[in-house]
């Protein structure tokens, strides 16, 4: 089964005395390869508009614990990025502790459900 969300929308966030306008982007695939195809493309549009900056939210599943490939992308289009794993990968089997991604991230957050999103959202905002 195939699920993909594309969605785009820009807003702004106002957070006591800051405001951002920033805009998103959703990709939820459970293919590998369009990972790595959202990734290249957000690389060749950077290319295009060298003030376009890029942060990403990355919830690879079990992407994370598997996929050379989606490291060897990431690392390729010098992403910057935070690792989000809705469980607490610490507390599941012994091989899902570590991720091909995690050591290359700029954090990583397992196991606060979906605030997971919210937190890397805020730490991203909180770079800018």
């Keep these: 089964m195939n699920f993909k969300v594309?969605?785009?929308?820009?807003?702004?966030?106002?957070?006591?005395?800051?405001?951002?306008?920033?805009?998103?982007?959703?990709?939820?695939?459970?293919?590998?390869h369009e990972l790595i195809t959202t990734l290249h493309k957000s690389f060749f549009d950077r290319l295009e508009d060298p003030e376009v900056e890029?942060?990403?939210?990355?919830?690879?599943?079990?992407?994370?614990?598997?996929?050379?490939?989606?490291?060897?992308?990431?690392l390729g289009v010098e992403a910057r990025f935070v690792e989000v794993h809705l469980s607490n990968i610490?507390?599941?089997?012994?091989?899902?502790?570590?991720?091909y991604l995690q050591d290359i991230a700029q954090g990583v957050i397992c196991g606060l459900g979906a605030k997971g999103y919210i937190l890397a959202l805020n730490y991203w905002l909180d770079a800018l």
């Design 6 to 32: 594309h969605t785009s929308f820009e807003f702004e966030v106002v957070e006591s005395e800051q405001s951002y306008n920033v805009q998103l982007h959703f990709h939820q695939t459970n293919n590998e």
């Design 54 to 74: 890029d942060y990403f939210i990355i919830n690879p599943a079990a992407f994370g614990h598997t996929s050379v490939a989606l490291r060897d992308a990431l």
């Design 90 to 99: 610490h507390k599941r089997e012994a091989f899902r502790h570590h991720t």
